[in-house]
């Protein structure tokens, strides 16, 4: 069910699961001026999709239940998480799809969660509207910070539901290993196609 591929950033080892979208095909604008696609994502691009725009609970089961297995053959990186902690949301949702995933990966793996581990110490810009990486980096800079009583010593699993460039997982990996988290890895259900 998924393809993953290992991510480069600030953690120890990380990986994104599979590619959110497999295609995507411009068909032109509805009535409101929306831009209208033709979507095909993975199996897993579709879990998540269901999960965040569908309300579709029971998806959260099953991409943690892809994620928990994911560490079946890697008892040692497992045996070395202490701590699950879920990326910060980006978007304000009565319901974070990302806390969702993390809560039931922590309890397929037996691992203590959190979602107060990290907050976030600042409001930022939509990253999607900002190519340069110098210039993420920049808006980025000191927008996260850990809480040392959770993560010092501990070793963290930081959870995404899409990866995109790895900007903001840096910039809470940084966070977390300043508040004295070690080692971090990264998980995320799925990619983009691109990096940008």
């Keep these: 069910m998924a393809n993953p591929v290992q991510v480069e950033g600030a953690w120890r ?4 699961l599979d590619v959110h979208t497999t295609s995507s095909v411009f068909l032109g604008y509805d009535q409101n001026g929306r831009a209208q696609f033709d979507t095909t994502r993975s199996p897993l691009g579709e879990l998540v999709y269901q999960l ?17 297995s994911f560490f079946s053959d890697k008892p040692v990186v497992l045996s070395r998480i202490g701590l699950v902690v879920p990326m910060p949301a980006s978007t304000h949702r009565a319901v974070q799809p990302v806390n969702t995933i993390a809560t039931k990966l922590a309890q397929q793996l037996r691992r203590p969660f959190s979602d107060t581990a990290i907050r976030k110490t600042k409001e930022t810009p939509t990253l999607k509207s900002i190519t340069d990486i ?13 809480d040392r009583a959770q993560l010092n010593g501990k070793g963290v699993l930081l959870v995404d539901d899409l990866y995109r460039s790895g900007s903001t997982a840096n910039a809470v990996t940084l966070a977390l290993i300043a508040a004295g988290a070690s080692p971090v890895y990264f998980l995320a259900a799925t990619r983009t196609r691109s990096n940008a």
């Design 134 to 146: 110098a210039q993420r980096r920049e808006v980025l800079d000191g927008a996260f910070e850990g």
């Design 52 to 68: 965040k725009y569908a309300s579709q609970a029971q998806a959260a089961d099953q991409i943690a239940a892809t994620m928990a």
């Design 13 to 16: 080892l990380g990986w994104a």
